[in-house]
């Protein structure tokens, strides 16, 4: 494992012929990576932040594959499973977490830089202020999972200012999560551009999730339910929004290993869905006790009179 605040070459590393990886430096200490970042930025390099809690798989990796594509850019990946976001009686002790093989993921990547503090370094030890995420965190996901999302903020926005990046990707599966970041950036005027990279899916439709370790294999061929609803209900959005719902609806009935928490069609802000025009269609279901996220985008036409 690489001590924090020091180098850690991931060379040889499943790397293939050719192939250099980089060495990555692991910092654990906010104030010395800011002072990092802060350099960069003096010399004109743009500072790309990749948010994560670790347990790397192509999603995230897709989301450091576009971070490097942006010029003269350094790439930051942090590391933390954030305490603040996970309810009482959730997941945190055991939420996957596989700090050497990420970091050697991400030299493969060509990343630089990784962040990744305890929680003590992250909130000192008596945090009293967090952000609020108001009303529509208390909306979707927000309302099974009271203070989620202000634990999510609090994080984001205490990365945000200690990185200091032009811009953060975050991934689309998380969809709710995407809409509150971007608010939070408008109405905090942080000057990072906040921005969503597509979900990344298996072959057989399933969402990346660093969750699905979870599943065994019954309950993971229960899960496609989810993303196969979503494409159902995709396929009706010429017929409009009532048929989106009822197409999607009738899928998820299929799957008794599938418990539903919520199917929404909304607008792209998450907002009453519109008539026609771009919606999202949003689904959270349980499976054998995990929780599981999709959503899908949906192009609705005006449903026809009968
Ligand atoms: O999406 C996640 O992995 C987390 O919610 C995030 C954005 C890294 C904050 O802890």
């Known amino acids: 494992m690489s001590a924090p605040d020091e180098s850690a070459s991931s060379e040889g590393v499943g790397a293939g012929p050719g192939f250099t990886p980089r060495e990555v430096t692991v910092h654990r200490h906010p104030d010395q990576l800011a002072k990092v970042t802060r350099a960069l930025r003096a010399t004109g390099r743009k500072v790309v932040l990749v948010p994560t809690m670790g347990a790397l798989h192509e999603g995230h990796l897709e989301l450091v594959r576009a971070a490097r594509r942006v010029p003269?850019?350094?790439?930051?990946?942090?590391?933390?499973?954030?305490?603040?976001?996970?309810?009482?009686?959730?997941?945190?002790?055991?939420?996957?977490?596989?700090?050497?093989?990420?970091?050697?993921?991400?030299?493969?990547?060509?990343?630089?830089?990784?962040f990744s503090p305890g929680r003590d370094e992250l909130y000192g030890s008596d945090p009293q202020i967090t952000v609020d995420a108001g009303e529509p965190g208390r909306d979707l996901e927000g309302a099974s999972r009271p203070g989620h999302f202000s634990g999510v903020l609090t994080v984001v926005a205490k990365l945000l200012n200690i990185v200091g990046p032009n811009l953060a990707l975050f991934g689309e599966k998380d969809y709710q999560q995407l809409v509150l970041l971007?608010?939070?950036?408008?109405?905090?005027?942080?000057?990072?551009?906040?921005?969503?990279?597509?979900?990344?899916?298996?072959?057989d439709g399933l969402a990346l999730s660093s969750r699905n370790r979870y599943l065994d294999q019954r309950r993971r061929s229960a899960a496609l339910v989810l993303s196969a609803a979503l494409a159902a209900g995709a396929h009706a959005g010429s017929r409009g929004a009532e048929a989106v719902l009822a197409a999607a609806r009738e899928v998820l009935a299929a799957e008794p290993e599938v418990k539903l928490d919520y199917l929404e069609l909304r607008d792209p802000e998450l907002g009453p869905p519109p008539e026609t025009g771009e919606a999202r269609l949003l689904v959270a279901a349980e499976v054998g006790g995990t929780r599981l996220l999709d959503n899908a985008l949906v192009e609705l036409s005006a449903a026809e009179a009968e």
């Open 182 to 203: 971007r608010r939070m950036v408008r109405e905090l005027n942080i000057p990072t551009d906040v921005q969503g990279i597509p979900i990344v899916r298996e072959s």
């Open 72 to 114: 003269n850019s350094v790439t930051v990946v942090s590391i933390f499973v954030n305490p603040l976001q996970f309810g009482p009686d959730e997941d945190f002790d055991s939420y996957p977490r596989s700090f050497d093989s990420d970091v050697e993921a991400l030299g493969r990547e060509g990343v630089e830089l990784v």
